[in-house]
């Protein structure tokens, strides 16, 4: 499948959706968006926000970008190439995106962000991103080889009296150097790690004890996964925490399969975190969900009614004070395909749920 067909099929969504709300147009402002409906462009300037600099607008027999002068020559040069959108710039200083907007098209609008005089369709517009192309998922292969490399290297180059902004900086230049965008990198060293579900770094310095945490994109895609490093043999306690928690891993990635309803699947993660020991873990983090072009698409609770789709992306993320197991997947109807993973330079653990064994990612002993 060649990128303008992926394209076309994803345009075909789009009008299929604004002839069943009986919407006029579409736009589109999120980086997201972009990305998914480019088949991978990037929108953004800063790395902070959602909204990109310029407005993709569907209609039913046309497509358009709306941007300004300083941004029109790279999205005509390196992000939509040939792809059959109709680009409309002005100068910077008189850049008037919703006057722009009313001489393409007039009627009822939908709008992936809140957006005077149209009507916020944005969750309807991300359930159209949410089965993956296999074009997508080969570019996803590629984010999860490149952050899986990023966080092992990191894991296996810290040493003891680095601090956690310094193991930060090393995991994020890893990911940038790869062409990937870092978007989280929680770091948290000796009893942080214990006290803190999200563990922005500070100038802690590591003494023998490390988790990291990294969550990078490319393409539009996100990829996430958390790592263990001990310098010396963790404790036994240590061990065991580990353990039960990537056994409530598998549980939750084996448990995602196509057709099962989310709120059944978290309901089993919480009665492993029982089996395992530690029946009440789960009410101190949330344990992850859906992802894809969004770092969570929605959260895995126990009222979420969603149905896990064939080729929809997931990210679950049981934490256990101490430790903590993540990586990224794609749901198959053979199982989960792990995108992230422990790879052959990172010691794994054979966990059994229910017949079926995974290999996650162990404590990594220096």
Same mark, same amino acid.
């Given at each position: 499948?060649? &990128? ?14 604004? /002839?069943?709300?009986?919407?006029? !147009? ?10 998914? =409906?480019?088949? #991978? #462009? ?8 959602? &909204? ?7 209609? !039913? ?52 962000? %809140?957006? %005077?005089? /149209? ?24 984010? $999860? ?5 990023? +966080? ?5 180059? +810290? ?13 994020? $230049? ?26 922005? %770094?500070?100038?802690? &310095? ?7 945490? =990294? $969550?990078?994109?490319?393409? #539009? =895609? ?36 196509? #057709? !099962? +309803? ?9 009665? !492993? ?9 789960? &009410? ?12 969570? @698409? ?34 198959? @109807? ?27 990612? @162990? +404590?990594?002993?220096?």
């Amino acid at each position: 499948m060649t &990128r303008l067909e992926e394209v076309q099929i994803k345009l075909d969504r789009l009008r299929g959706f604004l /002839a069943e709300g009986e919407l006029d !147009a579409a736009v589109l402002a999120t980086r997201a968006n972009f990305a998914w =409906l480019t088949a #991978g #462009g990037s929108s953004h300037v800063g790395l902070g926000g959602e &909204r990109g600099v310029c407005w993709l607008v569907v209609t !039913a027999d046309g497509q358009h970008l709306l941007t300004n002068n300083i941004e029109v020559g790279r999205f005509e040069d390196e992000e939509l190439d040939d792809l059959p959108f109709e680009v409309h710039s002005v100068q910077w200083d008189i850049e008037d995106r919703p006057e722009m907007l009313r001489r393409i098209v007039n009627g009822r609008l939908g709008a992936d962000t %809140p957006m %005077p005089g /149209a009507e916020d369709v944005g969750d309807a517009i991300a359930r159209l991103r949410w089965v993956l192309l296999e074009p997508e998922i080969e570019r996803y292969r590629e984010v $999860g080889a490149l952050a899986t490399r990023a +966080i092992t290297e990191t894991g296996h180059e +810290i040493e003891p009296g680095m601090t956690e902004h310094e193991i930060a900086g090393l995991l994020m $230049g890893k990911a940038m150097a790869a062409g990937a965008q870092p978007v989280v990198a929680l770091i948290a060293v000796e009893e942080r790690a214990y006290r803190y579900r999200h563990p922005i %770094p500070t100038d802690r &310095r590591l003494e023998s004890y490390v988790m990291l945490v =990294l $969550g990078v994109s490319k393409h #539009g =895609l996100g990829i996430s996964a958390t790592r263990m490093v001990h310098f010396g043999e963790p404790a036994a306690e240590l061990r065991d925490r580990h353990l039960a928690c990537c056994r409530v891993d598998a549980c939750l990635n084996l448990e995602t399969r196509p #057709g !099962a +309803i989310v709120s059944d699947v978290f309901r089993r993660a919480i009665d !492993a975190y029982a089996a395992s020991g530690y029946p009440d873990q789960w &009410r101190l983090h949330h344990q992850g969900g859906a992802t894809g072009y969004a770092a969570r @698409d929605y959260k895995g609770t126990l009222t979420c009614n969603e149905m896990v789709l064939a080729n929809q992306a997931f990210a679950w993320n049981p934490s256990i004070a101490g430790t903590k197991s993540e990586d990224t997947i794609i749901v198959r @109807d053979g199982g989960p395909e792990f995108l992230s993973g422990p790879g052959d330079a990172w010691p794994t653990l054979e966990v059994t749920y229910e017949g079926t064994t995974l290999q996650r990612a @162990d +404590i990594l002993v220096r």
